[in-house]
């Protein structure tokens, strides 16, 4: 049974850093590809970043480029995702998934988070 856990999110004032995490479990083969994916209220899902099963391979969508960075714990267990230079635009519950064969417009994914609040306000 896979099974992901994101921690880490919570208040921050425009301009700060909060850094996520999510926890993963159950896999028997190993983790594999792993995306970032957010949705503000009323909105529909935003994917946010990728990294590749290899943990060097990554991308990022435009809204985020040079602010956010994922990364991969060394035991491949556990995906980051450091947000620095908040916006109140990036003010959304956040997700871990990994990659699979469920398509939306948004990406495709078979195992996600519980999700995380991420507030960016004054």
């Known amino acids: 049974e896979v099974r992901l856990v994101e921690s880490g999110g919570g208040l921050v004032q425009p301009g700060g850093s909060l850094r996520l995490s999510c926890a993963a479990s159950?896999?028997?083969?190993?983790?594999?590809?792993m995306s970032w994916v957010r949705q503000a209220p009323g909105k529909g899902p935003e994917w946010v970043s990728h990294i590749h099963s290899d943990g060097f391979s990554t991308s990022y969508a435009d809204s985020v480029k040079g602010r956010f960075t994922i990364s991969r714990g060394s035991a491949k267990n556990t995906v980051y995702l450091q947000m620095n230079s908040l916006k109140p635009d990036d003010t959304a519950v956040y997700y871990c998934?990994?990659?699979?064969?469920?398509?939306?417009?948004?990406?495709?994914?078979?195992?996600w988070g519980q999700g995380i609040q991420v507030t960016v306000s004054s």
């Open positions: 159950g896999f028997t083969f190993g983790i594999g590809d």
């Open positions: 998934a990994t990659e699979g064969t469920a398509c939306s417009a948004y990406g495709c994914y078979d195992t």
